[in-house]
């Protein structure tokens, strides 16, 4: 079992960054790819970004290519979401996810995080 815990959310202005943390417990954390997912309210949970188990594989929506990196430290049991240049439709709770293989599909990843909140204003 993989127990996650995300920080790093906010408030910033729009063109602002923030770097969103997951930190993983247990020892098997290199054996899971990572997803980052979003939710608004009153809207579905959406995908941001996935990292195979090594970071030699990276999927991104394309509403944040260019703008947000996914990283990760297997050392560290950590995996990061940079998000840079930040518009106001990026407003949302951020989850991580932990999965046997990287996906693009919510319904892949067995354990999530508790969600942390990103607000960015115009």
């Known amino acids: 079992q993989v127990q996650l815990v995300e920080s790093g959310g906010g408030l910033v ?5 923030l770097r969103l943390s997951c930190a993983a417990s247990g020892r098997t954390f ?27 594989i990276i999927y991104y929506a394309d509403s944040v290519k260019g703008r947000f990196t996914i990283s990760r430290d297997n050392a560290k049991n950590t995996v990061y979401l940079q ?13 991580c996810a932990a999965a046997r293989w990287q996906d693009r599909r919510a319904t892949t990843y067995d354990y999530w995080g508790q969600g942390t909140q990103v607000t960015v204003s115009s």
């Open 13 to 17: 202005q729009a063109g602002g960054s």
């Open 30 to 56: 290199s054996s899971y790819a990572m997803g980052w997912f979003r939710q608004a309210p009153g809207k579905e949970r959406d995908f941001v970004a996935a990292v195979s188990t090594t970071g030699g």
């Open 83 to 95: 998000m840079n240049n930040l518009k106001p439709e990026d407003t949302a709770v951020y989850y």
